[in-house]
């Protein structure tokens, strides 16, 4: 009964901050790789980052490094995406997922597809306008 819930998501001016929260349970957070996609309207869904299940380090897609921040608090069950000077085009539903069969970062910076991710939250959106 593996479940990933988002919140966080909202309205942004560019330039600005949000930090987006994704709680699981049915599993433990040390034993398997987590990610983060978005899919912004009429786009295919693309990684963003991800905590390898392979070394436990932090893999970012070059349009948001520097910028977004992926990390896990085992206490609260809880995954983070903290996203600072935002973007226009960071405009999407952000997804948190975790793949049980590999790696997450395969999908998101190894050219594997999105949906080889076994379980998904269903996702809150982030806009970024002025």
């Known amino acids: 009964q593996v479940h990933l819930v988002e919140s966080g998501g909202g309205l942004a001016q560019p330039g600005g901050s949000l930090r987006l929260s994704c709680v699981v349970s049915?599993?433990?957070?040390?034993?398997?790789?987590m990610a983060w996609f978005r899919q912004a309207p009429g786009k295919e869904r693309e990684g963003v980052a991800c905590i390898s299940s392979k070394d436990g380090a932090e893999q970012y897609v070059d349009a948001v490094k520097g910028r977004f921040t992926i990390s896990r608090d085992r206490a609260t069950r809880t995954v983070f995406l903290q996203m600072n000077n935002l973007r226009p085009e960071d405009t999407a539903r952000y997804y948190c997922?975790?793949?049980?069969?590999?790696?997450?970062?395969?999908?998101?910076?190894?050219?594997?597809?999105?949906?080889?991710?076994?379980?998904w939250g269903r996702g809150t959106p982030v806009t970024v306008s002025s």
């Open positions: 049915g599993f433990n957070l040390d034993l398997f790789g």
């Open positions: 997922a975790t793949d049980f069969g590999g790696d997450p970062c395969r999908s998101v910076v190894g050219g594997i597809s999105v949906y080889a991710m076994d379980y």
